[in-house]
């Protein structure tokens, strides 16, 4: 073998390479980027809200609401509340435990609040 083509045939192939594995990482920088959901009680959630602010959560309660202005809520039994959007997705629990995954997001003009993205009994 000529040891002249050595370096070269190296060269080649880091050459090469450097663009796929740049690729890669950034195909892969993508993946394993799923938000963790922070799981509390409503209590801790209430007395807490700065520090979950904007954040995924997923709490327990029970779903109330009222006609008028129609809106909905999520309580415990120690009368912790958070408001729950949108109202479709909780209008026919009423009443019901369940178990809430969404936004939490508090605005003192608005109050707490989290918009639903799953909900189970």
């Given at each position: 073998?000529?040891?002249?083509?050595?370096?070269?045939?190296?060269?080649?192939?880091?050459?090469?390479?450097?663009?796929?594995?740049?690729?890669?990482?950034?195909?892969?920088?993508?993946?394993?980027?799923?938000?963790?959901?922070?799981?509390?009680?409503?209590?801790?959630?209430?007395a807490?809200?700065?520090?979950?602010?904007?954040?995924?959560?997923?709490?327990?309660?029970?779903?109330?609401?009222?006609?008028?202005?129609?809106?909905?809520?999520?309580?415990?039994?120690?009368?912790?509340?958070?408001?729950?959007?949108?109202?479709?997705?909780v209008?026919?629990?009423?009443?019901?435990?369940?178990?809430?995954?969404g936004?939490?997001?508090?605005?003192?003009?608005?109050?707490?609040?989290?918009?639903?993205?799953?909900?189970?009994?």
């Amino acid at each position: 073998m000529n040891s002249e083509r050595l370096p070269g045939r190296f060269d080649m192939a880091r050459w090469l390479a450097a663009p796929t594995l740049a690729l890669l990482a950034l195909t892969l920088s993508g993946c394993g980027r799923e938000e963790l959901v922070v799981g509390l009680e409503l209590e801790l959630l209430v007395a807490q809200q700065e520090n979950f602010q904007g954040r995924l959560v997923r709490t327990r309660g029970v779903v109330r609401g009222h006609p008028d202005p129609r809106h909905y809520w999520l309580e415990d039994a120690a009368l912790n509340r958070v408001g729950l959007t949108p109202d479709d997705a909780v209008s026919a629990l009423v009443d019901e435990e369940v178990e809430v995954t969404g936004r939490f997001s508090f605005a003192r003009d608005r109050g707490r609040r989290i918009e639903v993205q799953q909900i189970s009994r």
